[in-house]
């Protein structure tokens, strides 16, 4: 098994899944970083009305800047909540030749790949360590109640 980094960013749908299909160089921020390196890529939690706007706002931009091979999936192919790749920040930047690129900002990356299993994964905002933070498995609501006593004969 490849050992993962220890930093994470969390990304809408379907921008991860184009990040970590090599479709996509560059992640646009509204701010600017100083990290660098090698980090995971987090696939935010669905939200219906986050989808629908990254959806039609994906197939936008693919069609405006005449990006070619990076269909949008179907939702149901997408993981979300989960770590789906790794790639590496070189530079963050103002300007970028990338048809991508929207800015203000942008992360530059490189190698990108994707997991084979995405990783289940509560996510954050920014940078963050996602070790540990693996969501709860959710309790049987029937092994929960406590077993009673029994009553015997009530005659």
Same mark, same amino acid.
């Given at each position: 098994?490849?050992?993962?980094?220890? /930093?994470?960013?969390?990304?809408?749908? &379907?921008?991860?899944?184009?990040?970590?299909?090599?479709? #996509?160089?560059? +992640? @646009?921020?509204?701010?600017?970083? @100083?990290?660098?390196? *090698?980090?995971?890529?987090?696939?935010?939690?669905?939200?219906?009305?986050?989808?629908?706007?990254? $959806?039609?706002?994906?197939?936008?931009?693919? +069609? !405006?800047?005449?990006?070619?091979?990076?269909?949008? &999936?179907?939702?149901?192919? %997408?993981?979300?909540?989960?770590?789906?790749?790794?790639? +590496?920040?070189?530079?963050?930047?103002? +300007?970028? *030749?990338?048809?991508?690129?929207?800015? *203000?900002?942008?992360?530059? /990356?490189?190698?990108?790949?994707? %997991?084979?299993? &995405?990783?289940?994964?509560?996510?954050?905002?920014?940078?963050?360590?996602?070790?540990?933070?693996?969501? #709860?498995?959710? !309790?049987? *609501?029937?092994? $929960?109640?406590? $077993?009673? &006593?029994?009553?015997?004969? %009530?005659?």
């Amino acid at each position: 098994m490849i050992e993962l980094p220890k /930093l994470a960013i969390s990304i809408r749908q &379907p921008w991860t899944h184009a990040i970590a299909q090599g479709w #996509k160089p560059v +992640e @646009n921020r509204v701010w600017y970083t @100083n990290v660098r390196g *090698p980090i995971c890529l987090h696939a935010s939690r669905y939200h219906k009305a986050s989808w629908e706007d990254d $959806a039609a706002g994906y197939r936008d931009l693919v +069609e !405006e800047r005449g990006i070619g091979g990076a269909q949008l &999936p179907d939702r149901e192919e %997408l993981a979300f909540g989960c770590i789906i790749g790794t790639a +590496e920040i070189v530079a963050c930047v103002s +300007e970028h *030749p990338s048809r991508w690129f929207v800015g *203000p900002y942008a992360m530059v /990356l490189a190698n990108a790949r994707p %997991l084979a299993e &995405p990783i289940p994964i509560i996510g954050k905002l920014g940078f963050f360590e996602w070790r540990g933070r693996e969501p #709860k498995p959710k !309790e049987d *609501p029937v092994a $929960a109640v406590p $077993a009673l &006593p029994a009553q015997g004969s %009530l005659f």
